[in-house]
């Protein structure tokens, strides 16, 4: 379930003269900005982003990166852009800054495989680079192995498992996942190209042989970065709303607030499922997603991301 | 340039039931059945068998296999399927067989982005396994490094060349390729990721650098199913109309003749360049890969062959 309202009827045309009026003059009319783009899917989004371009001959992307700053410019440029483009890009800086592969495993769990393809051809539209391209040419070993092979997946979707080939896969994670011995390379196949359902098979499977999830303890002081993305790749396969409320729950415990945590997931599920998320977190937390953010953010930017979280004041 | 000579105006009816005719009484008319599919496109054919099945509610690829036999079969078999779902199967036999993986590096080197992303929809479709599913559960090492990064590539198409890049990575393929040491791993990263046109422009750095182009004498005795792949990958990229030319030769020459291969071959580029790649047989060899084709065939197989070599008799 979405936590965005947008409205079923609205006018392009009009939200885009909307927008420009609030350009102008003094200053900008952050509220409106608010109140017209926090209450529009990506559809609409794109049909305002054509219309304004139309009438006044202007990048509103642009136009909107010299109008507003900081946390608040960030969220609404990542919330305006289609979502394979979006998802482009969020990739792309992580490869750059050579950190938070975190995104690069949550767009090839989470995304259906067409989608995924959607974000391989935005990136490569984009920055004329394929994005498997990028990704390993800043990484090595067996975490370049693991990313290149989830970004560049097309898996198979539907119910078809075989149930003895979770059994099997089962003990071949347990070997090279917990006892860190045996090969990384046959757990790094499985990981990358079984199809989602056969996985939550494997997992389970897992589960009830060794008595404790796969990603129990899976972390300690010394887990590397190929360790890291493995347990992020093996929760979001697993169940990708509890992945995100503790990405939502660490970003927010952070001191200081990691925003661009934060943002991302707000802005990636607000059309999706981010009131079962928030209804995870609530439940895990014993406090409201939207009374946190509201204590943790501040100005437009708190604003936006309560409106997209279906709550604004 | 084509082979094939297909009309501009066919009606898929009529050839439909001109089939239909040459099923029925005593035996096949093997003729009609030349004179038809070989003489259409593939968009054609999958209008007859759109058109068969309506008329006759019959499935035309499953009639033929219970009309005809042996190498004509394997043939038109492939021939009739649409492209990405024709290779799709072959990509599964050469899998399956665990040898000849010619084709899973042809496929990736030589189909366009778009269209290998359409080999893998059908193999998902046809066998609810990912084709770099299957093929990762049968090989291992860098070979199996080599051949998914092939096949799941979605590379840059375009111009844009970085020469700089070329020169680093021209030297990085002469260590692993050609001195066989340094990382294997960095040499599977270029071929896997980079655009086709920087790719040739490293290998064109390559043979600037060293005076001999980087697949000169790449294979001896001792050579291993990685390196065979690695060498079929740096030529089918490199010129894949002289990679198909020493396909055929290779396949003519063997005790026998590689009926497989050959098929292969005149199948899948009838509709595409075999006019160019006939040239350059007969540039090499000084005799006309059509007169050779002759000779080594028989039967129906062979009037088949030489209708979509553009010379039946």
Redesign the interface.
Not at 128 to 133: A, D, I, V
């Given at each position: 379930m979405a936590t965005l309202s947008a409205p079923s009827n609205h006018s392009p045309n009009e939200d885009a003269e909307a927008l420009r009026k609030a350009f102008e003059g003094w200053g900008t009319d952050e509220k409106t900005v608010i109140t017209i783009l926090g209450h529009r899917n990506s559809n609409q989004i794109q049909q305002i982003r054509k219309a304004y371009e139309g009438i006044y001959n202007e990048d509103l992307i642009k136009r909107l990166e010299s109008e507003i700053k900081g946390d608040f410019e960030k969220a609404v440029y990542r919330w305006i852009l289609e979502p394979a483009e979006r998802d482009a890009v969020l990739a792309n800086v992580a490869i750059k800054s050579g950190k938070n592969y975190n995104v690069i495993v949550e767009i090839s769990a989470v995304l259906s495989?067409e989608e995924l393809?959607n974000v391989?051809?935005a990136y490569?539209k984009r920055y004329?680079?394929?994005?498997?391209?990028d990704l390993?040419?800043h990484t090595?070993?067996h975490l370049?192995?693991l990313l290149?092979?989830l970004v560049?997946?097309?898996?198979?979707?539907?119910d078809?498992i075989n149930p003895k080939l979770a059994q099997t896969e089962a003990g071949i994670l347990h070997e090279s996942v917990k006892e860190k011995k045996g090969s990384h390379?046959e757990a790094i196949?499985i990981l990358?190209?079984?199809?989602k359902t056969q996985l939550i098979a494997t997992f389970n499977r897992y589960r009830e042989t060794h008595g404790t999830s796969i990603t129990k303890k899976l972390l300690d002081e010394g887990s590397d970065e190929f360790q890291k993305a493995l347990y992020t790749t093996i929760r979001s396969f697993n169940d990708h709303v509890k992945y995100y409320e503790k990405v939502v729950r660490d970003a927010i415990k952070k001191v200081g607030t990691d925003e661009d945590a934060l943002t991302r997931v707000i802005v990636s599920r607000a059309q999706h499922d981010l009131k079962v998320i928030s209804d995870v977190y609530y439940k895990r937390n014993s406090v409201l997603l939207e009374h946190v953010v509201a204590k943790e953010t501040s100005g437009d930017y708190k604003k936006f991301l309560l409106t997209l979280l279906g709550k604004e004041e």
């Open positions: 495989p393809l391989r051809r490569v004329k680079h394929s994005l498997e391209e390993a040419a090595s070993g370049r192995q290149v092979g560049t997946a097309f898996r198979y979707v539907g078809e390379e196949r990358t190209t079984r199809s």
